[in-house]
């Protein structure tokens, strides 16, 4: 491609001076644009897909344990249930948009399962095959770390100076008995930050450990097929969550609102781990509709352009 860019400009350079490969610029621009897209999209035996749909299960993997924290984070304002359970026998459409939450999570988790079964089968078939160690396929570099290092730092610092902020513009600064306000905030933003690093870090280091796996490994076109239903089923039943999530708390508001306004409740106390909880759920959802798009892309292109694979399911 680039040696027919060269050859355009110099037949248009000898003819039209440099006015006329000013004018051609746009035009072989557009075309190699349409063409790098059309070669990304060209499907040999399904092969060119496979970065593709590697990076869509990978996003898919992350999107997942992203709506798994928010949901650990939701259910937290939830514990104790005993309260919980009170409303729900008044107002039986709460507790029905809470087994809702549980079942349609159940629903995602086994299709996850059963997508890291699929994902693990292969890898190790594909390590048996190269006669590479499974080990190695796991191992981070250097710059993986690094990034990781800085991923972590700055998922810390956010949420540090969020729940810190929240509880002080909220009227609920962090306070120790016989310390003044300035130590106990200091101490809080530390204690908080450590926390966060560390747990940031092991998620980040486990994802990353299991996306190079991934990566790394020459997965083939009936996996992927597999992995993409897997992704269906996970996003519905994530959706299904989000939705009764957000009915659920709607519904608290609007039958029991001096419950869900107390501190047993969704009062001020749970209300940063609330608005956490939605933000993580949201952000997982967008990840997780955008790698079902990738997926569902390639593979229609993958259809159009190799006739081959309509006998794949």
Not at 63 to 75: C, E, H, I, N, S
Not at 89 to 114: E, Q
């Amino acid at each position: 491609m680039l040696r027919t860019l060269r050859q355009c400009c110099q037949d248009e350079y000898r003819q039209h001076g440099t006015s006329g490969v000013l004018r051609l610029w746009p035009a072989l621009f557009i075309r190699a644009i349409m063409d790098m897209v059309a070669e990304q999209f060209s499907m040999e035996g399904g092969r060119q897909m496979q970065p593709i749909m590697r990076r869509s299960t990978i996003l898919t993997y992350s999107a997942f344990v992203l709506f798994v924290l928010g949901y650990l984070t939701l259910m937290r304002t939830s514990d104790p249930v005993a309260p919980f359970n009170a409303v729900a026998l008044v107002h039986p459409a709460v507790g029905i948009a809470y087994r809702a939450i549980s079942i349609s999570m159940d629903i995602a988790t086994l299709a996850m399962l059963l997508c890291g079964g699929l994902v693990l089968f292969s890898i190790i078939k594909y390590v048996r095959a190269s006669g590479d160690k499974l080990i190695k396929l796991f191992l981070p570099t250097r710059r993986h770390l690094g990034i990781l290092g800085i991923g972590t730092l700055v998922v810390a610092l956010c949420l540090t100076l969020y729940i810190v902020s929240f509880g002080v513009i909220m009227g609920n600064p962090p306070q120790i008995a016989g310390q003044p306000e300035w130590l106990a905030l200091l101490i809080a933003i530390a204690g908080v930050f450590i926390g966060s690093a560390l747990f940031t870090f092991v998620i980040l280091l486990v994802s990353s450990m299991i996306a190079l796996a991934v990566s790394r490994s020459d997965l083939g076109p009936r996996v992927f097929s597999l992995v993409r239903i897997c992704m269906a089923v996970t996003l519905l039943a994530l959706a299904i969550s989000f939705g009764a999530a957000l009915y659920w708390m709607v519904a608290l508001w609007r039958d029991a609102p001096q419950f869900a306004m107390s501190d047993a409740g969704l009062g001020q106390s749970n209300l940063t781990w609330v608005i956490l909880a939605v933000g993580a759920m949201v952000l997982a959802l967008c990840l997780l509709i955008n790698a079902f798009r990738q997926g569902t892309t390639v593979r229609l292109h993958a259809l159009l352009h190799d006739p081959a694979l309509h006998k794949l399911p």
